[in-house]
């Protein structure tokens, strides 16, 4: 029989939540939210098996504006949806000047190099912290649904930082079993706002669409 842990990581995550639903528990999830197009599908996708704390902690983005939106549309978004289990939105603060701060000296870095990497570690690392304070049984992070993502850095830096604070990390691959595919549709049934960057200013002129 294939070992667990040479599973990819998704059907592995498929496996928990068929545990989960047999089990009959609904544990809470912390659930780190980089907009509301990439949060749709993974919403969809966990609600059934968890009470979802939707927190929202970008300081990466850049204008002030452009955050504000982003939030708004991802509350609206949790209002919006039928969602089996509760999901509440928890909104991070804004410190842009923390995030300049820590990516100092990586400013000509490549999309998807160091100061990405930096850029995940600072909002997981919160994330972490956050699900501690809310008693959270888990965390996770939308992140992953991105194909302009590298999946495998992320889960690895979460469950760092989960390890480091005693917080659960869930690691994923949601853009697997069609997620971003999903996230497209869901966000044209909902008329989300759906920007054309990342979200940091380093990233404004490349082609993404998701952040």
Excluded: W
């Excluded at 509760?86 to 100061?115: A, K, S």
């Excluded at 600072?122 to 992140?143: G, N, P, Q, V």
């Amino acid at each position: 029989m294939r070992n667990e842990k040479q599973l990819p990581v998704q059907k592995r995550m498929d496996r928990f939540l068929e545990e989960l639903k047999n089990e009959g528990r609904v544990p809470k999830l912390l659930l780190h939210s980089c907009c509301a197009p990439c949060s749709s599908y993974v919403l969809e996708y966990l609600s059934p098996y968890f009470e979802i704390y939707d927190f929202f902690y970008n300081p990466n983005i850049s204008p002030r504006e452009e955050y504000e939106e982003r939030a708004r549309e991802l509350n609206r978004l949790i209002q919006a949806m039928p969602l089996v289990n509760p999901v509440h939105f928890v909104e991070g603060n804004y410190e842009p000047e923390r995030y300049y701060e820590m990516v100092r000296g990586y400013e000509q870095c490549p999309e998807r190099g160091e100061r990405c990497s930096i850029c995940f570690s600072m909002r997981l690392e919160e994330s972490a912290k956050k699900c501690k304070e809310l008693a959270c049984d888990y965390f996770a992070t939308t992140l992953t649904i991105s194909p302009l993502k590298n999946a495998e850095i992320i889960n690895d830096i979460g469950t760092r930082i989960g390890e480091k604070y005693g917080a659960l990390y869930l690691p994923s691959d949601f853009k697997k079993r069609n997620g971003y595919q999903r996230s497209i549709v869901l966000s044209k049934e909902y008329e989300l706002y759906r920007q054309s960057f990342c979200g940091c200013v380093f990233s404004k002129g490349v082609n993404h669409e998701e952040s």
